[in-house]
């Protein structure tokens, strides 16, 4: 006797399945995220009694099967840690159109020239589509295979009958298999694909690469299991009017997570930027009020940016508080903080915040560059072009030390800047750091205990400090 399909209610947010719809995920809490799925019950295949069921001995496990495979293009390599790892599953999201699938099939002409076989296999285009745009990007090579399906079937099917190194499904959301009878797309299918194509990458040794679309959150598409069953998650940030695009490893077991690659956008596709520092850099007016050079850290990367302030008296019963590329909440933490500890008048004035080229900054050294860039414009005293600075600041006042702040110096006075404002917690390791690089010339330290400390020594001492 058939037995009669399972109907169940999975969350389109989180993954969760339940017996009946409900208005808001018990587990989430996304509202009217409940879709409802026909589950095909299936008797479970059985499990070679001993197949890998013995503990050993760390020491005694075997080493991975090969090297990395680096792709060539330095800034890819850098955010995956070296380059893809074989039997490993890389998750590559972003909007529509900012460069996932030009990148990915430029990775796959750059490992095909150095003799390995890659497989792009494509749900969304044709191959003559798929020719197109690799003759555009230059990245014809015959070691890349196209393979135009949409069932999963298909896809093991061609990697059962070759032996790939680096495999791309794009995208993972427009592929189904037949085992389930949901639509494309859906939370079973996602779920279910992504899950036997990365224990296929394992079995068979492949690298494998997927596209996921993303939502207008920015978050990607699809339930938050198929982030945690692979093994690294690549997300593209930036506008696409923009001509840069930022890769960032927001999960990475073989590398460092938060590690950041810019790319330029061209007509030969994407193409990394050596300097990142002076790009980002590149325009800044120095005399300008307001604004404050960071010495910032992504990933293991120092790098400087620009943080712009523009404080300006509110026309509305209630201040505005506006934050591009930085976090919001601490925005008004910073201002609500210098109001009550230093008697600055922000709660009458409208608050507007950018960090100048697009990089969404998201760590605590932020504060001190924020803190100034307010100040300054709020008094219209510019900094100079001459000063860095980076530090986190308490709810009391007082700065505090971050990480690996001799690289933020490094990179300061690599750039050619004189002073370097810092916690004064930080300086002993800073000045050690310096006297063993032996820099020709190194800058200036400032080290502050304290917020007022610290504009005192800027100059903004006299911005009616209490």
């Known amino acids: 006797m058939v037995s009669k399909p399972k109907r169940v209610f999975a969350c389109t947010s989180c993954g969760a399945q339940h017996p009946k719809w409900l208005g808001r995920c018990p587990d989430c809490g996304a509202w009217n995220a409940l879709v409802e799925e026909v589950v095909a019950s299936k008797e479970p295949a059985r499990r070679a009694q001993g197949a890998f069921a013995d503990p050993m ?25 070296g380059g893809f790892v074989p039997a490993s599953s890389v998750l590559v999201g972003g909007d529509p159109g900012i460069g996932k699938s030009t990148l990915l099939l430029q990775a796959a002409a750059a490992l095909a020239r150095q003799g390995h076989a890659c497989l792009y296999w494509t749900a969304e285009e044709s191959p003559a589509q798929v020719r197109m745009r690799a003759e555009r990007l230059q990245a014809l090579a015959e070691d890349v295979h196209v393979l135009h399906a949409a069932e999963l079937e298909a896809g093991e099917a ?19 298999t037949e085992a389930l009878t949901s639509a494309p797309g859906t939370v079973a299918q996602v779920r279910e694909c992504a899950h036997r194509l990365a224990r296929l990458a394992k079995e068979r040794g492949f690298a494998l690469a997927l596209v996921g679309h993303v939502t207008k959150e920015g978050a990607i598409a699809g339930p938050k299991v198929l982030e945690h069953l692979v093994d690294t998650v690549l997300l593209f940030e930036g506008d696409r009017g923009l001509a840069h695009r930022i890769l960032r490893a927001v999960k990475n077991r073989f590398g460092a997570a938060g590690e950041v690659g810019v790319f330029e956008m061209g007509d030969a596709g994407l193409r990394g930027v050596d300097e990142v520092s002076r790009f980002f850099l590149a325009g800044r007016t120095a005399d300008a009020s307001g604004v404050v050079a960071l010495a910032a850290l992504e990933g293991t990367r120092a790098l400087m940016v620009e943080v712009q302030a523009l404080v ?15 976090d919001a909440a601490r925005l008004m933490m910073l201002a609500a903080l210098m109001e009550q500890r230093l008697g600055l008048a922000f709660s009458q004035h409208d608050i507007y915040l950018n960090v100048a080229g697009g990089l969404r900054l998201v760590e605590p050294a932020a504060d001190l560059a924020v803190a100034l860039a307010l100040v300054s414009s709020l008094s219209n005293a510019p900094l100079g072009g001459d000063l860095a600075v980076f530090g ?30 810092l916690p004064a ?7 050690e750091a310096l ?6 010339k190194s800058p200036e330290l400032l080290g502050a205990r304290t917020l007022k400390e610290a504009l005192e020594l800027v100059g903004l ?6």
Do not use: C, M, N, W
């Not at 791309?168 to 959301?173: H, L, R």
């Not at 006297?435 to 020709?440: E, F």
């Not at 001492?461 to 209490?466: A, D, M, N, P």
């Open 312 to 326: 300006a008296p509110t026309a509305f019963a209630q201040a505005k508080r506006t934050a591009v590329g930085a």
């Open 425 to 431: 917690a930080s300086l002993a390791r800073v000045r």
């Open 435 to 440: 006297a063993k690089a032996k820099l020709g």
């Open 57 to 81: 001995p760390l020491p005694q496990a075997p080493r991975a099967a090969g090297a990395r495979l680096a792709t060539g293009i330095a800034e890819l390599d850098r955010v995956l840690g």
């Open 461 to 466: 001492g006299r911005s009616g400090l209490r």
């Open 392 to 421: 986190e600041v308490g709810l009391a006042g007082e700065l505090r030390p971050v990480a690996q702040p001799q690289a933020r110096v490094h990179e300061a006075a690599r750039l050619g800047f004189r002073r370097v404002l």
């Open 158 to 176: 061609a990697l059962a009958a070759h032996a790939y190194a680096f495999v791309v499904v794009d995208s993972i959301q427009t592929v189904f």
